[in-house]
């Protein structure tokens, strides 16, 4: 699956360019805090915490596995990071500058900066760290993040360019640089995921890539670092004393312990065994809600949806679309079909985003859907696209990847459009790969999808519907919605960036490209004597502000 986020089905804010030092993004994501600042502490910091899933890897310069978060937001630090109210801040860069073009950043290292082994951590170290990505033997996932922005790395990725003519650089031990290709007023938001996190040269050369087995080999530089690992159990995690900002972290070691069955890891959490899960059953939140036994719920950024094929007959037609939308009972899917702690979705961007405490979804059209389906309005578009009471339609391939609950999802959505449009449904399924090849060559007709950001600003989505974009896979073109994004791209105002980015998705929306259902969010538990920790709006759970609170 690409955990980058994509098809996660169930599982920020622009500064002006300026010649002057830039400290913050004034970005607000969704974030689920919990704090306890005036309590006494316990003697013993320590937590034990579950995950469900084991990452493919922790290797920030590799890895897009959204399971490897934990590791990775924890263990690494970056030029900027989130503080525990979700604010964009910088991380190991004290502060940057930007050029008034809005294509140089400068950043400003902070001084004394040391890698978990004690060793120096300098902006050559980043230099190495961003060309080893660009390096096609690495296997980067995220490679795109700096191809994409960066002046040279794509020429230098794809073997046509030089070292020499990257536009990424150390002007000193203390200072970087980085030239980007044209304006892009979020890519301070963009260096918060860890593929611009830096890696330590030494221990990379001295054991290739199995430096990331091993806590011994496990250099790092955020907040905690590794202090055990047993493969498919556990790994530990310890209080990172080089850590630019020690002072400010209290828990002295986390256990984050594999428990691949949910149902297990709940009843270790219920008898005490650790202090919190990652994921809770569907079935047993309402009840643990209800007795206040730790469950947080935050808001993902994120939007489960049906793909619809745009570029294939009779879906090119936008009226069959908007009957496909109409047909669906978003709520009975998200409470009664899966059980999940959602919202209705009725556009591509969802709640999440938040600039001085205005969410980018905020004010947003429905686009005449509503959470129940509308059965008579329904018929209406697809009778005004030809097909009255659904003669003549094509059975409808709905297909999905394996997976019980998308399963659920899709059954019942199948049910829906056959009940509210006289249509016929045929349900095909496939292993991920399989299914994500047919969907990349346009072979199906309406499939599970969903998007997760990748960083939390909305220019993670809007490219999604862009012409001939690599991720645009409901084959949706519109040279108006392109010339925006174009614009988007190319602005440096916040506020007229904002605009943009409103207008382009409501142009879209207008078309149905394709078949919303709900918005995401996370529920995880936690014991009440932990405080502290923060959920941002992309599912990444900080521990650093984390503390165990003294038993009354």
């Not at 659920?408 to 399989?434: F, H, Q, R, Y």
């Not at 072979?443 to 997760?452: C, E, F, L, T």
Request: with cysteine; charged share 20%.
């Amino acid at each position: 699956m690409k955990m980058k986020r994509l098809a996660a089905l169930l599982l920020g804010g622009c500064m002006l360019a300026s010649a002057l030092p830039v400290y913050a993004q004034e970005m607000l994501p969704d974030v689920e805090e919990v704090t306890g600042e005036d309590a006494p502490l316990a003697d013993t910091q320590e937590i034990t915490y579950v995950l469900s899933n084991e990452p493919d890897g922790i290797d920030p310069g590799i890895t897009n596995n959204s399971f490897a978060s934990v590791f990775l937001v924890n263990c690494f630090e970056g030029l900027a990071t989130y503080d525990n109210s979700g604010n964009v801040v910088p991380g190991v860069a004290e502060s940057w500058d930007i050029s008034e073009d809005g294509t140089v950043y400068t950043f400003h290292l902070r001084d004394g900066l040391k890698w978990s082994d004690g060793s120096p951590l300098t902006a050559n170290d980043f230099v190495y760290s961003y060309k080893r990505v660009l390096d096609p033997a690495t296997g980067a996932q995220y490679v795109n993040m700096i191809t994409d922005y960066v002046v040279g790395a794509a020429e230098l990725y794809a073997g046509e360019g030089s070292e020499e003519d990257l536009g990424i650089r150390a002007l000193d031990d203390q200072t970087l640089e980085i030239t980007l290709i044209q304006p892009a007023s979020w890519f301070i938001d963009m260096l918060t995921m860890w593929v611009w996190d830096p890696v330590q040269e030494a221990t990379i050369t001295a054991n290739g890539d199995q430096w990331t087995n091993s806590a011994d080999t496990y250099v790092c530089n955020g907040p905690f670092m590794i202090s055990d690992m047993s493969m498919g159990e556990y790994v530990e995690l310890s209080k990172n004393e080089n850590y630019w900002d020690a002072e400010s972290v209290t828990l002295e070691k986390i256990t984050l312990r594999y428990v691949l069955d949910t149902a297990t890891a709940l009843t270790a959490y219920e008898s005490g065994e650790v202090d919190g899960i990652n994921t809770i059953p569907a079935s047993d939140v309402a009840r643990l809600k209800a007795e206040g036994a730790g469950v947080q719920t935050a808001s993902n950024f994120g939007t489960t949806y049906f793909n619809i094929n745009c570029a294939k007959a009779p879906y090119d037609n936008p009226l069959v679309r908007k009957a496909l939308s109409l047909a669906i009972d978003r709520e009975a899917i998200i409470n009664n079909v899966l059980q999940v702690e959602a919202s209705p979705a009725y556009n591509l961007i969802g709640p999440g985003y938040v600039v001085d405490g205005v969410d980018f979804s905020e004010g947003d059209s429905t686009w005449e859907l509503g959470p129940n389906a509308d059965p008579e309005a329904a018929q209406a578009a697809l009778a005004e696209a030809g097909y009255p009471d659904g003669e003549g339609f094509p059975t409808l391939q709905l297909s999905y990847y394996s997976s019980d609950t998308v399963k659920k999802m899709t059954e019942a959505l199948a049910e829906m459009l056959e009940t509210n449009l006289g249509i016929d449904v045929e349900i095909t399924s496939a292993d991920w790969a399989v299914f994500y090849e047919d969907v990349q060559n346009g072979n199906y007709d309406v499939a599970a999808m969903g998007w997760s950001a990748d960083y939390v600003h909305p220019m993670s989505f809007l490219p999604l519907l862009k012409t001939d974009d690599v991720s645009n896979n409901v084959f949706y073109s519109n040279p108006d919605y392109d010339a925006l994004v174009e614009q988007v791209m190319a602005e440096s105002d916040p506020a007229k960036g904002w605009d943009l980015m409103k207008e382009a998705e409501a142009l879209a929306m207008a078309d149905y490209p394709m078949l919303n259902v709900y918005y995401k969010a996370a529920n995880y538990a936690m014991k009440d004597y932990v405080t502290g920790y923060f959920m941002n709006a992309s599912s990444s759970l900080f521990f650093k502000g984390a503390k165990v609170i003294a038993a009354e």
